[in-house]
């Protein structure tokens, strides 16, 4: 079994890359194993955010070359080009899944979180590392580009595209303290914390409605990209406007008066 799912705390589901032989790197049936929890997670009612982490001494270590044994879908018959297309896309998805997931999803990383490995750090909407992690684009360095996984996307969007720029075209590695100073991640806490802090954070989220953090989640990465400052302020008044209907905000107010922890209604 290269992917663990469970649920350590009531609507948290915690996602395991499990190959430590390997650092967990993403195999085509790690992907696929990834693919299918997302995709059980997106669909469950009682799920409300997911914590993805790796079994072992590290996160995840990147692409797994060695998949002669282990072929990416739909690449059989098909020329260099075509094979390796469909490979990188096999990937592409994943990362796509979990960024349009509607269940926020916080990364617990340690270790090695290289070339794919960042890319779905950076996939999540909240990153948590421990004092030890390491991080690279590191595919420059191997005469690919630092453009991989989403690496190109996210992170000028997420530190700056000045800093990305020096991390994509070195390729070099950089830790925990530079990652967090630079707004990378969110915490750095000691080795061995990491999922417990995660999971604090996921319990946090998973105590919002489910209308609450799932559209949080859409607006926040939707108005990103918003072509203008009023187009994110309309988008944000439709979403507000509709979440006076789902009930909850009259039930929070009852919840405050009485002293209480809400019972949300769901979506």
Sequence with gaps: MTVDVDTPRPGVVTITMNDPRRYNAVSASMISALRKAFDDARQSRECRAVVLTGAGKGFCAGADLGFEDDPFPDTEGRGQVGGWLRSQEHLA???????????????????????????????????????????????????????????????????????????????????????????????????????????????????????????????????????TFRAAIDYENRVQVLGLFTGNVEEAGRAFVEGRLPTWRPM
């Design 93 to 227: 998805e994943l990362i796509i899944a979990i960024r349009e997931s509607p269940k926020p999803v916080v990364a617990a990383v340690h270790g090695a979180a290289i070339g794919g490995g960042l890319g779905l750090a950076l996939a999540c909407d909240v990153r948590i590392a421990a004092e030890t992690s390491k991080f690279s684009a590191r595919f420059v360095r191997v005469g690919l580009t630092g453009c991989d996984a989403g690496t190109s996307y996210l992170l000028p969007r997420i530190v700056g595209a000045g800093r990305a720029a020096d991390l994509m075209l070195t390729g070099r590695d950089f830790g925990a303290e530079e990652a967090e100073r630079i707004g990378m991640l969110s915490r750095v806490v000691p080795d061995g914390e990491v999922v417990g802090a995660a999971l604090e954070v996921a319990e946090v989220i998973a105590g919002h409605s489910e209308y609450s953090a799932s559209m949080t989640k859409a607006g926040l990465w939707a108005n990103l990209d918003a072509p």
